[in-house]
């Protein structure tokens, strides 16, 4: 182990040597004990239902479709010591287990409050249900491979292989790809599906089993749902409404994700909400889906959740719930909010001059997906190709890293010292 060789001493017994670690390791979880309560995470006093009603509730997107245990329990991990309020993730037995293993090794380093944890499904074909696949061996092997290269998650993993015929006196000749698409990794971004010259890589789509999600959610251990809609027609909405059953009775908060339609959002929501309102004894949230699965791309993929919350802040008859961004937020997200006006705000003013005044804040807060995932992410590699596969609080001087990434993004909304 690279740590243990940094003390390799011919005067140590093995024994100190291994005290010496382990005092190595305590004082970097000191550190990282330390800078969380530095910064006075703010989850330690409030509920995330009262993050909700003063807008600054923080939610991390693990993925619908991102299903890699383990760095999805890290994530989780840190994201907990950075105060979110929420932890998403793919409705999977062994996601959410690991998510609730994270949560809770963070809160054995230092005991803040847990966050809820969520689970997306759909009801119908949607972006964030899929995944891609292609077949190695039809890939020819002078391809560049770009779509490795173009991938956000490190989910295609390509070697060409030579192959060494008998017949053609021991030369090596080309061979095949092996490899693919790593599924448990891939969360359907599509990126990957343009940039194929030979037009090689398939579309899976799939639809979560309402019966399945409803035995899911009776767990202890699942506190929110997320339903992910086109709007567009409600005849699925409702079948998988009803599907959910007495499940709805657990849930803390049912959470409804859906794009800008234009002039008819507000009637879909009407409707949405009229099909959920009988079964409903929790909170709800309406989360506006800007521009999918972007927010690691640029500062400007933020622009179009931003331009969503004005639409849905304006108008007057707007279905209950709380309003959440999401879809390409990144840490440009709260500044946006804040220059249109609606950053930690009860009131707005439109055009026309009339305010609008809600009794909790107007945007309860921020989900953060791919951008999240891409700065603790590389941090998370970077420790797996020097230490293999590790839980993250095993190497204290990456998790320290980790945090100061997170801090620096959920800081963003909860309004951190970070100096
Ligand atoms: S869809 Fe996105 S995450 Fe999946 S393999 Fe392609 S580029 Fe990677
Ligand atoms: S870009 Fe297309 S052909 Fe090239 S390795 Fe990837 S899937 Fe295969």
């Known amino acids: 182990m690279a740590v243990s060789l940094c003390f390799c001493n011919a005067t140590v017994s093995p024994q100190h040597h291994q005290v010496r670690v382990n005092l190595k390791d305590k004082i970097g979880l000191q550190n990282v004990k330390n800078l969380v309560q530095t910064v006075g995470i703010p989850s330690i006093t409030s509920s995330p239902q009262e993050c909700l009603q003063n807008g600054n509730w923080v939610k991390l997107i693990c993925g619908a479709s991102f299903e890699d245990v383990v760095d999805i329990r890290n994530l989780s991990l840190v994201y907990t010591l950075a105060g979110v309020d929420c932890i998403d993730c793919a409705a999977d037995a062994s996601v959410v287990s690991a998510v609730n293993e994270g949560i809770e090794a963070a809160r054995e380093i230092e005991p803040l409050r847990r966050p809820w944890v969520m689970i997306s499904v759909n009801d119908d074909e949607d972006l964030h249900f899929r995944k891609a696949e292609f077949d190695p061996e039809n890939c020819p092997l002078d391809c560049s491979k770009p779509c490795e ?193 609606l950053f930690k705000t009860k009131a707005f003013t ?45 190497h204290p001087e990456y998790l320290l890293q980790a945090l100061k990434e997170a801090l620096a993004l959920v800081g963003t909304v909860k309004g951190y010292n970070l100096c």
């Open 350 to 394: 439109r055009n026309s001059g009339n305010e609008k005044h809600s009794v909790h804040d107007l945007i309860g807060g921020v989900a953060y997906g791919g951008y999240a995932r891409k700065i603790v992410g590389r941090i998370l590699s970077s420790m797996q190709s020097q230490h293999g596969i590790a839980n993250i609080e095993e």
């Open 149 to 341: 290269i173009v991938c956000p998650a490190n989910a295609i993993s390509l070697d060409g292989q030579l192959i060494r015929t008998q017949l053609s006196y021991g030369t090596n000749t080309p061979g095949e790809f092996k490899g693919g698409v790593l599924t448990e990794r891939c969360y359907g971004c599509g990126r990957c599906f343009p940039v194929c010259p030979y037009d090689k890589i398939r579309v899976v789509t799939y639809i979560r089993d309402a019966t399945a999600t409803a035995e899911l959610i009776k767990r202890d251990d699942v506190d929110a749902l997320e339903i992910h809609t086109s709007g567009r027609q409600t005849s699925s909405f409702k079948e998988l409404w009803d599907g959910l059953g007495d499940s709805i009775g657990h849930l803390r908060l049912v959470a409804v994700s859906l794009p800008d339609i234009g002039e008819k959002t507000i009637s879909s929501m009407k409707t949405i909400y009229s099909v959920m309102e009988p079964q409903l004894c929790c909170s709800n949230l309406w989360q506006l889906d800007g521009r999918p699965m972007s927010g690691d791309i640029g500062r400007g993929a933020t622009k179009e959740s931003i331009a969503f919350a004005l639409h849905l802040a304006s108008m007057e008859e707007r279905p209950d719930g709380f309003l959440q961004l999401a879809g390409g937020t990144n840490a440009h997200t709260a500044d946006g909010l804040r220059k249109v006006g």
